[in-house]
């Protein structure tokens, strides 16, 4: 089994090689397993699974379950992230993930979830007191998925970070979805806010500057998407009404230069880098979110 030990000795990345699954029969089945045989687990705060080994034919869910049927020796991760993998080992649309319906009550001290994949994602009934910053990682999201956040119980969400994809890798709805989403999710102690990695930016944009919670965020992560000097005019209008915002995110997005520096002269911090140029083919305009397949 792979591992690696980041700069913070408490966080530790387990995965398996695609021979480990097929020469030792490793898999998410074992995986729970040989994390808690490892003799850095215990003193660890930040667990990040990477490739079980056959990521694009089964499923997280036997880790899922393991973490939940061992809950008592996972109480002390705080942070946990599954599906942390590069394209090489697994495209983002391939990964197939799980329910995570039980997760909430069996990690009451998570405060850091992050989530890389939608294919078969379930959130479920979301409750969970604790929980600090939520972040899904992918190609597109189900509304199924959104309406849990929607109406998820999280009184201490302070990040909500979603790429909202595009349909041909899960997202089927529009931006009236993510309108629902924000009136009624209820996070009021939310400071950071992304919605991002779409190819309708410029009406999410919208739809963000228009929610209730323009008036708390900090941080607004708009970034990744097909983001256009529309969006951008609506975001040079905005964004002087709300002083509490001090970081605007739109890196990765189809602005022209002039527009992204007009954002950058905005007094608060700004990522307008990394501008992409429309693509033209037989007269009509193509645009790409960031992360699709």
């Known amino acids: 089994m792979g591992s690696e030990n980041g700069k913070n000795e408490k966080c530790k990345k387990f995965m398996y090689s695609y021979d480990e699954y097929e020469e030792q ?27 079980w080994g056959n990521s694009w034919e089964d499923g997280c869910q036997k880790i899922l379950d393991g973490i939940v049927e061992q809950a008592e020796r996972f109480s002390h991760i705080e942070s946990l992230f599954i599906g942390d993998m590069d394209y090489e080992e697994c ?8 329910d995570y319906s039980r997760l909430w009550a069996a990690m009451p001290q998570l405060k850091e979830l ?60 529009d931006e009236n979805t993510v309108k629902e989403l924000l009136e009624k999710a209820d996070f009021p102690k939310l400071t950071y806010l992304g919605i991002e990695d779409s190819e309708i930016q410029d009406e999410l944009a919208q739809v ?5 919670f323009m ?19 609506l975001l040079l209008k905005e964004l002087p009404k709300w002083p509490n915002v001090k970081k605007l995110d739109v890196h990765y997005h189809y602005m022209s230069d002039e527009m992204a520096g007009k954002l950058e002269a905005l007094p608060l911090e700004v990522d307008a880098s990394e ?15 960031m992360l699709t397949e």
């Open 91 to 98: 495209e983002v649309s391939w990964i197939i993930q799980g």
């Open 114 to 173: 992050t989530i890389k994949g939608s294919t078969d994602l379930e959130l479920g009934e979301i409750c969970h007191e604790g929980l600090e910053s939520l972040t899904i990682i992918c190609g597109g999201l189900s509304q199924s998925v959104l309406r849990s956040i929607q109406d998820a119980k999280l009184p201490g969400l302070k990040k909500l970070l979603l790429y909202i994809g595009v349909e041909a890798y899960g997202f089927d709805g």
């Open 275 to 289: 501008g992409n140029e429309d693509e033209r083919y037989n007269g009509e305009i193509y645009r790409n979110a």
């Open 25 to 51: 029969g490793k898999g998410a089945e074992t995986l729970v397993e040989d994390i808690l045989a490892d003799p850095d687990f215990p003193a660890l705060r930040e667990l990040v699974i990477g490739d």
């Open 208 to 212: 963000v500057l228009e929610s209730k």
């Open 215 to 233: 008036g708390q965020i900090e941080t607004l992560d708009l970034a990744n998407g097909t983001l256009t000097d529309k969006g951008g005019e």
